[in-house]
C-alpha cells in the first residue's frame, strides 16, 4: 500500500533535486525545484491551503502541470438548483491517477467557504461539485482544479455514454442472480449427493425446492446470452452465446422432467453454475475494456471546445459547435484549432493543416479562400464564415465514413465463434444419437434417455470452451492497459494478431511534428541569438523551432514587422524566404530560414527538418522482426517523406497521398489478401484507420484518428506498438491452445456422458476444472507480456 | 421432517434477503467507483462544509 507515507517526512514536495517537486518532469541543474512557475504556483497554492500532505500520498508523481482553462463558458453549464441559490457543475478531470488526486482535488475545493460538497471518482474521472451562490463561480472553481495541475473539461455526452453503463450494470445483476441461484441450489444438491438414505418423498421436495430456485434464475439470469443468441439467429449465424442457451435451456427442460418424475438427481445446479461462471467472465471482460474506453473518452474531451460566434452587433459569444449554421461569422484566437470548415473573411492566414492533408509546414491563406475543418491557426486571431453547419462539414462526412467501416468490423468472426460454428452442429448431433440410441436403441423410457443425452450436452459445454477466449481477452487487455496501449474493440487483439503488413503516416506518428533546428558548423554563433530575436514574435513553427534552439534566454525585439508570405523585418535586419533575404536560391534540403544582418551582410541559413521521434527506428526495425512489411504513407512532400523513408530503411513508400489515396492504398493490400494494419493520427488517416483489418493512434492524435482506431498508444512513442503486436500475438496462440485443451477434454468427458456415467457431481467437477485450466493458461499470457 | 420445515425456509430467506441487498447496492451506484472507494478510506480527515 504506497498510498501511506513511506517516511515521515515533513510536509514538503519531496523529490529528488534533478525533477519538479509539483509535476516530476525533469528540471535543468540550478534552475531549482520546479520546472515552471505553473508547479511553482500550484504547489504554493497546495501548501496554502494545508494540503501538503497531498506529496507524500500520491503514489506516482507525474502528469499534472498546470495548465490553462480550456475556452469554454463553465458557467452557462451549471446547474441551478434550490431556486437558483445553488449550483451544481460536472467536470471530467484528467489526470486523476490515485487516490491522493481524488483527495487534493476534493479537499482543495471543499475549502473553499462556499462550496457545499465536491465528489471526484477515481473510476470515471468525473467531478461533481455543489456550490451557494451565482452560476459565475463556476470558471473560478474549475480554474481552482486546473491550477492544481488537472486538465479539465465540461463533462459531456461522450463521457456519460461510456460511463452510464448500462449493459455493464445489468450483467453485473444477472451475476448477482446466477451466484444466489447457483449457492442455493447446489446447497439442495448437495444434500441429494449425498443422502443416500434420504427417502423418495424428501428427495423430490428437494427437486422442487431447487426448481423453484433455478426456474426464474436460468430465465432472468440467462437473458444476456438468450439475447445475443437471438440476434445471432436472426443474422443467420451461430455463436458461442448460442450453445451457452441451448446448453442451459436443454438442462433445465431436463431436469425438469427428472422432478417431475422424481429421478435421482436434478441438473439444476449445473444450469445455475454454468451461467454464474459465464457471466463473471463476462463482467471481468466488460470492466477490463471499460477503463479503456474511459480512457479514449478523456482523451477526446480534452480536445472538444467551444466557438466564439461573432453576432451581427459586433459583441462575440461563445457557444457549442453544433449551434452554428452556414452563414456565421466566427472569431478563431492564435492557437485554436478550427471546428468547422469556412471560408475566410479577409486578410490573411497561415494554418497548420498537418492533421487534415499531413504537411509537415503550415500553409498559406488568402482572403476567400476555403479553410478545413480541423487546422490550427498559426497566425493572428482570424474571421472565418462558416460555409458548413457541423454536421454537414468535412468532419462529419469522416465520422459518417466511420460509422459505415465500423459496420464492417462488426461482421469479422472471431475465432470463438468460428469454433462454435463446428462445435454446435457436431455436440447437438451427438446428443440427439444419444437420446435416439438410449430411447430407442436401449428401449429406456424417454425421459430417462434424455439424461445422458443432455449430460453430454452439459458436459462438453461451453464452459470451458465458452471462457476460453474472453479469459485471454481479460488479461491481455488489462496487460496492455497498463502498458499505456488502449484497446476499445472486443475484436482487436485477434485481428492485430493477424496483421502482415504495417502502413505508418509520418507527420505526427513517426515523426513528432515540431520542426527541429539542424546543427550547422559553418553557422556564425551570434546569427542563431540574433535571429532568435526576431524569431520570437512570430508564431510560425520554424519561428518557435528557432527560439527553442536557441541556447540562451531569448529577448524578443520590439517594433518586428511581419512582410506576409515573405519573412520578419526588424529594421535592417531580415529573417524568412531566400529571395526576402538576398540569397542566392539554392537548391533547399527542406525547410530553410535565411537571416540578413543588414542589406550589405551575407545571408545566413537556418535548415529544419521535422525529427523523427527517438524510437521510430527502433519500432519500425521491431515490426520488421515479428514479420511485417513496412510501408510509408504520407500526405507530406516526396523530399521529407523520401529523408524519413532513407533514414528509417523503408523502401516502400508513397509522400503527397491524399486521403482518398491513403484508403485506396489500404483498400489494394486487402483486395490482394493481406491484412494491413495502419497507424496514423490525422483526419486524413481517419478513413485509412478505418478500413485496415487493424489500427492504431498515437494518443497526440485527432479525436477522429482515435474513435477510427483499434488501438490508443497513450504511452509516449512508439515502441508500444511491437508490444501490443507481440501480446497479441501471445494471446491469440493461448486462445487457441485454450480451445484446443476443451476439444480434447471433450473427447474424453462426451464418451462418458453418452454411455451414462457422469452424475451432476461429476459434471459439476469436469466444468470447474477445466474453467480453471483455461484461466490459468491465460493468467500466463498476462505475466509474459508485462515482462 | 420438521427440521426441514424450518431449515430450507431459513436458508432461503436468509439467500433472499442477501440478493435484495446487493440489488440495492447495484442500484445505489456502489460499483460505480471501485477504485476510487479501494484509495478513499485511506484518507480520513474528509471535511465537508454544511
Redesign the interface.
Known amino acids: ?1 504506497t ?2 507515507p513511506a517516511r515521515l517526512a515533513a510536509d514538503e514536495p519531496g523529490l529528488s533535486a534533478a525533477d519538479c517537486a509539483h509535476c516530476g518532469a525533469p528540471v535543468p541543474p540550478g534552475a531549482g525545484r520546479f520546472c515552471c512557475t505553473g508547479c511553482e504556483g500550484a504547489a504554493a497554492l497546495i501548501a496554502g491551503l494545508g494540503l501538503g500532505a497531498f506529496y507524500r ?1 500520491r503514489e506516482a508523481a507525474g502528469g499534472i502541470r498546470p495548465t490553462a482553462l480550456p475556452p469554454v463558458d463553465f458557467a452557462a453549464r451549471a446547474v441551478p438548483a434550490r431556486g437558483g441559490a445553488e449550483h451544481s457543475l460536472d467536470l471530467m478531470v484528467a489526470g486523476l491517477t ?3 488526486c ?2 487534493l482535488v ?2 482543495a475545493l ?1 475549502a473553499d ?1 462556499a ?3 465536491a465528489r ?5 474521472r468525473r467531478l461533481t461539485v455543489t456550490w451557494r451562490g451565482p452560476a459565475e463561480r463556476a470558471e473560478a472553481l474549475a480554474s481552482l482544479v486546473a491550477r492544481l495541475g488537472f486538465q479539465v473539461a465540461p463533462w459531456s455526452a461522450a463521457c456519460l455514454r461510456v ?1 452510464e453503463d448500462e449493459e455493464g ?1 445489468a450483467l ?2 444477472a451475476l ?2 446466477a451466484a ?1 441461484g447457483a ?2 441450489v447446489m ?1 439442495l444438491s448437495v444434500a441429494v449427493w449425498v443422502g443416500s438414505d434420504m427417502g423418495e418423498g ?1 428427495r423430490g ?1 428437494m427437486h422442487w ?1 431447487a426448481a423453484l ?1 433455478a426456474l426464474p434464475v436460468v430465465l432472468v439470469a440467462g437473458m444476456p446470452f438468450y439475447r445475443s443468441a437471438l440476434g445471432a439467429i436472426r443474422a443467420g449465424r451461430v455463436n458461442m452465446d448460442l450453445a451457452v442457451s441451448l446448453g442451459v435451456l436443454a438442462t433445465t427442460a431436463m431436469s425438469l422432467s427428472e422432478a417431475l418424475r422424481n429421478g435421482p438427481y436434478t441438473w439444476f445446479d449445473g444450469a445455475t453454475a454454468l451461467l454464474a461462471l459465464l457471466l463473471g467472465g463476462r463482467v471481468l471482460d466488460r470492466a477490463a475494456r471499460r477503463r479503456a474506453r474511459q480512457a479514449c473518452a478523456e482523451l477526446l474531451a480534452l480536445q472538444s471546445a467551444e466557438v466564439t460566434r461573432l453576432e451581427a452587433g459586433g459583441t462575440a459569444h461563445r457557444v457549442g459547435a453544433e449551434a452554428v449554421r452556414a452563414g456565421d461569422r466566427l472569431l478563431v484566437a492564435p492557437g485554436e484549432r478550427l471546428a468547422l470548415d469556412g471560408v475566410l473573411e479577409e486578410g490573411e492566414a497561415l494554418l497548420d493543416t498537418a492533421a487534415t492533408s499531413g504537411e509537415s509546414l503550415p500553409r498559406r491563406f488568402a482572403a476567400g479562400e476555403a479553410l478545413p475543418a480541423g487546422a490550427v491557426n498559426l497566425g493572428a486571431a482570424l474571421v472565418q464564415r462558416v460555409t458548413a453547419a457541423a454536421a454537414e462539414g468535412s468532419l462529419a462526412a469522416v465520422a459518417r465514413l466511420l460509422e459505415r467501416a465500423e459496420g464492417a468490423r462488426g461482421r469479422y468472426v472471431s475465432i470463438a465463434d468460428r469454433a462454435a460454428r463446428l462445435y454446435v452442429p457436431v455436440v447437438h448431433a451427438v446428443a440427439a444419437v444419444t437420446f435416439l440410441g438410449w430411447w430407442l436403441g436401449v428401449g429406456l423410457p424417454w425421459q430417462a434417455a434424455l439424461v445422458p443425452a443432455v449430460a453430454s450436452l452439459i458436459v462438453t459445454c461451453p464452459c470451458g470452451l465458452a471462457i476460453a477466449v474472453p479469459a485471454v481477452q481479460v488479461v491481455a487487455v488489462g496487460a496492455l492497459f497498463r502498458r499505456g496501449v488502449l484497446t476499445g474493440s472486443p475484436t482487436a487483439l485477434e485481428r492485430l494478431a493477424a496483421c502482415d503488413v504495417a502502413v505508418l503516416d509520418k507527420t505526427g506518428t513517426l515523426t513528432t511534428g515540431r520542426p527541429e533546428l539542424l546543427p550547422d558548423t559553418a553557422r556564425p554563433a551570434a546569427a542563431l541569438a540574433a535571429a532568435a530575436a526576431l524569431a520570437a514574435s512570430s508564431r510560425h513553427p520554424l519561428s518557435r523551432a528557432l527560439v527553442a534552439a536557441c541556447p540562451t534566454p531569448v529577448q524578443a525585439a520590439a517594433g518586428v514587422e511581419e512582410v506576409a508570405g515573405a519573412g520578419l523585418a526588424h529594421g535592417e535586419e531580415r529573417l524568412g524566404s531566400a529571395s526576402f533575404c538576398g540569397a542566392a536560391e539554392a537548391a533547399e534540403e527542406g525547410p530553410t530560414l535565411w537571416y540578413r544582418a543588414g542589406p550589405l551582410a551575407a545571408p545566413v541559413a537556418f535548415r529544419f527538418a521535422d525529427p523523427l521521434r527517438p524510437d521510430a527506428a527502433e519500432a519500425v526495425a521491431a515490426l520488421r522482426g515479428l514479420g511485417l512489411e513496412v510501408e510509408l504513407l504520407s500526405g507530406d512532400a516526396a523530399p521529407a517523406v523520401a529523408r524519413a523513408a532513407a533514414a528509417l530503411g523503408i523502401t516502400e513508400w508513397r509522400a503527397a497521398a491524399s486521403p482518398t489515396d491513403k484508403a485506396a492504398r489500404i483498400e489494394a493490400l486487402r483486395a490482394a489478401g493481406r491484412r494491413p494494419l495502419m497507424l496514423g493520427d490525422g483526419i486524413n488517416d481517419a478513413a485509412a484507420l478505418a478500413l485496415a483489418h487493424a489500427s492504431a493512434t498515437p494518443a497526440g492524435g485527432t479525436d477522429l484518428a482515435q474513435a477510427a482506431a483499434d488501438l490508443v498508444l497513450r504511452a509516449e512513442g512508439l515502441s508500444a506498438l511491437p508490444a501490443a503486436l507481440r501480446t497479441a500475438r501471445r494471446a491469440q496462440r493461448a486462445a487457441r491452445q485454450n480451445i484446443a485443451f476443451s476439444l480434447a477434454y471433450n473427447l474424453v468427458a462426451v464418451p462418458m456422458a453418452v454411455a451414462g456415467f457422469v452424475t451432476p457431481l461429476i459434471a459439476a467437477l469436469v466444468m470447474a476444472s477445466s474453467s480453471l485450466a483455461v484461466i490459468l493458461n491465460a493468467l500466463r499470457v498476462g505475466r509474459e507480456a508485462s515482462k | 421432517m420438521n427440521a426441514l420445515a424450518l431449515l430450507v425456509p431459513l436458508a432461503l430467506g436468509l439467500g433472499t434477503l442477501a440478493l435484495l441487498f446487493f440489488g440495492w447496492t447495484l442500484g445505489n451506484g456502489q460499483y460505480d467507483d471501485p477504485d476510487g472507494a479501494a484509495s478513499r478510506i485511506l484518507f480520513d480527515d474528509t471535511e465537508e462544509n454544511t
Request: hydrophobic letters at 55%.
Open positions: 500500500m498510498a501511506f500520498r490515485c487516490g491522493a481524488v483527495w476534493e479537499q471543499a467557504p462550496v457545499l460538497r471526484a471518482s477515481l473510476a470515471t460511463t450494470r453485473l445483476r448477482g442472480i444466489f449457492s442455493n446447497m424428501t421436495l425446492l430456485i
